[in-house]
């Protein structure tokens, strides 16, 4: 029976994950604590419309994708006190609680760890510096996407890239957290969740499968040195033959559209070891 083998979510969107035991779905679909801040850029503080939906692009903020470096920073985050903390190299960059005092100086934090960093010209070109922070930490609504989904992949699917990846550095394995998913299984065979339909069941709660994930340069960053190592896009079109480079799946909440404000789901908690069924 396949079962969840680990959790994660992003409380700072583009961020790295936090590993949590168990994760609670919100009624809308979206889970607690998970892209509910985001650092855009000075000319891209306010949301775009899609399909009469919030949209954050993540070209227009800080992210893995543009910002590789992002990597080697640690987030965990207090949902209940609103309070961030970012470690470096196992030293404490910043804690603050989400006040005005608080969102300034991570704010100030993260903007001098960026200009210090191999990608401090991308914060050079214009509309971009002052970086803004944005989300009240509370509400997830940073998603790549303008309805909310929680993603899945299995570790399956991860083992086979790794196996072809093309000149790999020795000792490199590719692993979980590249892909950036809420939920990873095992249990089943590689790519399987890539033909997912229907109902897919997580412990008690039910989602409806939706589009397989197209990924991103995000998955080249290794995720504890922030370095581009690993050509996860072209080993998934070439080596593989996959006809986009895709990774995981995307599932939205039983009962719900996936809106902002939509809350007509019924939510609960998921948790490693519970187990799951697709149709």
Request: glycine share 10%.
């Amino acid at each position: 029976m396949p079962r969840i083998t680990a959790l994660y979510r992003y409380p700072v969107k583009g961020f790295t994950p936090e590993a949590c035991h168990e994760l609670t779905v919100q009624p809308d679909g979206r889970i607690v604590g998970d892209r509910v801040l985001a650092f855009r850029f000075a000319d891209a503080a306010e949301p775009e419309q899609r399909d009469g939906l919030d949209y954050w692009p993540k070209s227009k903020g800080l992210a893995l994708e543009t910002f590789p470096s992002l990597a080697m920073l640690r987030v965990s985050y207090d949902n209940e006190a609103k309070r961030v903390r970012i470690t470096h190299d196992d030293s404490l960059l910043v804690d603050v609680v989400l006040d005005a005092e608080g969102r300034a100086e991570l704010t100030e934090i993260v903007t001098a760890f960026v200009l210090d960093s191999p990608e401090w010209k991308q914060l050079q070109r214009e509309g971009r510096l002052p970086l803004v922070l944005v989300g009240d930490g509370e509400h997830s609504r940073f998603q790549d996407r303008s309805r909310g989904f929680v993603t899945v992949h299995s570790e399956a699917s991860v083992t086979a890239l790794d196996a072809a990846l093309p000149d790999k550095t020795p000792g490199l394995t590719v692993d979980d957290r590249r892909f950036r998913s809420n939920v990873v299984i095992d249990g089943v065979d590689a790519w399987d969740e890539l033909s997912w339909s229907g109902e897919v069941r997580i412990g008690d709660l039910r989602f409806t499968a939706d589009g397989p994930i197209v990924r991103c340069l995000a998955t080249h960053a290794n995720p504890d040195t922030g370095i581009r190592d690993a050509k996860v896009l072209t080993t998934l079109t070439r080596e593989i033959g996959l006809p986009a480079p895709t990774l995981g799946r995307l599932l939205l909440l039983h009962g719900v559209s996936g809106a902002v404000g939509d809350d007509s789901g019924t939510g609960g908690v998921i948790r490693v070891g519970d187990e799951v069924t697709f149709g």
